[in-house]
């Protein structure tokens, strides 16, 4: 079975600062990661993937995340978070063999001016 | 490139009537969509994965008599929630994978808002 931790409900993060959201996940064979974010009464836009090749991702929006295998995480950052990243942030995660996501619970993000 | 429609966005119905909720991709074909259920302030929880032209595969506890699933053609999904119940009421949100290139990632659309009195 293939699982995902978001460990935070919610991040609060000044306008400026650097934002982190935290995932870690389990799945058997090789990890394919996604971050997702929902804003209210909406689908889910796709931020960025990992699927292979260099641990640090790069997606939209100036969103980055980092896989790291040994401690099995996928944590999203920005460098500077702006208002407009307020949102709800999904992690998720499939292996390679399969197609059925599992997403973690989701992060709320509140970006204060 | 990528998107998927849902209609409609938003539905009230009463309490035992049935409601068809359509998922397009708009600009890609897909084999394979997926249909979610979102309660407040959960996260998502899938239903069941749909696949042109077959049945489609029900996750453990949803009643597939319940939500009838049809996947017509690569470019259309419709999920039917059949004598609707006031439980029954939630955000339906589907996905879809493409058929050529980025075959990884699913798309998701912008969901349906059921509410049943």
């Known amino acids: 079975a293939q699982s995902v931790a978001q460990p935070e409900d919610q991040v609060n993060v000044a306008e400026g600062n650097p934002l982190t959201v935290k995932c870690t996940y389990s799945?058997?064979?090789?990890?394919?990661l996604f971050w997702y974010v929902q804003y209210p009464n909406r689908g889910l836009q796709f931020l960025l993937k990992?699927?292979?090749?260099?641990?640090l991702v790069k997606g939209s929006y100036g969103f980055e995340a980092e896989f790291n295998k040994s401690q099995t995480s996928f944590h999203l950052k920005k460098p500077s978070a702006l208002v407009s990243d307020s949102a709800l942030y999904f992690c998720?995660?499939?292996?390679?063999?399969?197609?059925?996501?599992?997403f973690g619970g989701g992060t709320r993000v509140l970006v204060k001016p | 490139g990528a998107v998927v429609s849902q209609h409609p966005s938003r539905v009230i119905c009463k309490s035992g009537t049935s409601v068809k909720i359509e998922c397009r991709s708009l600009?890609?074909?897909?084999?394979?969509m997926f249909w979610y259920r979102q309660f407040p302030k959960q996260s998502l929880m899938l239903m069941a994965t749909?696949?042109?032209?077959?049945?489609?595969?029900?996750e453990q506890g949803v009643e597939k008599d319940k939500f009838l699933i049809n996947h017509a053609s690569l470019t259309l999904s419709t999920l039917t929630v059949t004598s609707a119940h006031p439980e029954d009421s939630s955000f339906y949100i589907c996905?879809?994978?493409?058929?050529?290139?980025?075959?990884?990632?699913?798309?998701f659309g912008p969901g349906t808002r059921l509410l049943v009195l």
């Open positions: 749909s696949n042109e032209g077959s049945k489609a595969t029900y």
């Open positions: 998720a995660v499939r292996n390679a063999a399969g197609n059925k996501l599992t």
């Open positions: 799945v058997s064979g090789n990890p394919y």
């Open positions: 996905s879809a994978e493409v058929l050529r290139g980025d075959k990884e990632t699913q798309y």
């Open positions: 600009d890609f074909q897909a084999t394979t």
């Open positions: 990992y699927i292979t090749g260099d641990n």
